[in-house]
């Protein structure tokens, strides 16, 4: 059964930075691109970027560059995304999504990224 | 970036009813090389992740029911349910998959009468 877990809730102060994570199990970790989607509190999904598990390519959506950075660790198959220079337009949900075929077939359970000082 | 929008934003209804709605993209979604549409469809209920519904335009993932059907091509897509289920009372998103940044709909919420 392919499953993606997420790391827990985040509480993190201004400016700080934090990385969540998204291990992924039931099917071959390096065999499929991970995506990264954010959701603002009661808003529309966002796609981050994508990352290819196999060589570590990216491709960003450039409203995220610099502010996301993606990485996985294949021994342990889990992807990453660190977010830098925290604002309170972070504070949201943050999904991991396997690629599949086509579209984003199976999600992590999403973790929340709370900024406040 | 290609910029899709959903309409209704909201749709109230009752249980049996047979719901459509769309989502209309700023550029063509369709390969031309494949001959694909490159546009999924999403349901999310409150709490939960999106689950994928509908790829390819028009192919249901393994598992939705079939009173879930996706039709359109190029920039204008449908998503229909035949009779709504209590069950699926949710929000649901388009989405581009054919060029980067991939971009979502704002979203239709489906409500119970």
């Known amino acids: 059964e392919v499953q993606l877990q997420q790391s827990g809730p985040e509480l993190v102060k201004p400016g700080a930075s934090v990385k969540i994570s998204c291990k992924a199990s039931g099917y071959s970790f390096t065999g499929y691109f991970m995506n990264w989607v954010k959701q603002s509190h009661g808003k529309s999904l966002e796609w981050i970027g994508r990352?290819?598990?196999?060589?570590?390519?990216?491709f960003y959506n450039q409203k995220f560059k610099g502010k996301a950075t993606l990485t996985v660790d294949k021994s342990s198959s889990t992807a990453h995304m660190e977010l830098l220079s925290l604002t309170s337009e972070d504070s949201a949900v943050y999904y991991c999504?396997?690629?599949?075929?086509?579209?984003?077939?199976?999600w992590g359970q999403g973790t929340s990224v709370t900024v406040s000082s | 970036d290609i910029v899709m929008t959903q309409s209704p934003s909201s749709l109230s209804v009752s249980a049996g009813e047979k719901v459509t709605m769309s989502c209309k993209s700023s550029q063509s979604l369709l390969n031309s090389g494949n001959q694909k549409n490159y546009l999924a469809w999403y349901q999310q209920k409150p709490g939960q992740p999106p689950k994928l519904l509908i790829y390819?335009?028009?192919t249901r993932e393994s598992g939705v029911p079939d009173r879930f059907t996706g039709s359109g091509s190029g920039t204008d897509f449908t998503l229909t349910i035949s009779s709504v289920q209590a069950e699926d009372l949710a929000v649901y998103y388009c989405?581009?998959?054919?060029?980067?940044?991939?971009?979502f709909g704002a979203g239709t919420k489906l409500e119970l009468k």
């Open positions: 390819g335009a028009s």
């Open positions: 999504g396997r690629n599949g075929l086509y579209a984003m077939d199976y």
């Open positions: 989405q581009n998959d054919h060029s980067y940044p991939l971009t």
């Open positions: 990352i290819n598990p196999y060589n570590g390519d990216t």
